[in-house]
């Protein structure tokens, strides 16, 4: 007959339910306890085509204030907020709309002088 690995809730919660996960630890003493475990956040996600941010830790909201200004953004336009696909094809795209404006009043300038 093995040894006894029994353990029982420490805490009101009785239920194994997501919220309440724990892992049996054997202490030094030879004991078993029960740790818990947190959940997972889901961490920032971009906003455009919603693919976790790389670079930003994944952390609960409070969490954030007790890290470092470099691990909650990444320094780049946008940063914390978009990826940097999504940043590229918005630079781009405010391009070619701005080279598209040049030609315009280009050619109105054409068409006035004839």
């Known amino acids: 007959m093995g040894k006894d690995t029994r353990v029982t809730y420490q805490r009101r919660h009785a239920y194994a339910t997501r919220s309440n996960e724990r892992v049996i630890v054997k202490t030094p003493g030879g004991r078993l306890t029960l740790h818990q475990i947190k959940k997972k956040t889901r961490g920032p996600h971009c906003g455009d085509c919603k693919v976790s941010l790389p670079g930003i830790k994944h952390l609960k909201t409070k969490e954030y204030k007790n ?27 405010a391009f070619l709309i701005e080279e598209q404006k040049i030609v315009k009043r280009v050619l109105n300038e054409k068409k006035a002088k004839k």
């Open 67 to 93: 890290v470092h200004k470099r691990e909650r953004t990444v320094s780049r336009a946008y940063g914390g907020s978009r990826c940097g696909s999504c940043v590229r094809s918005r630079i781009v795209r």
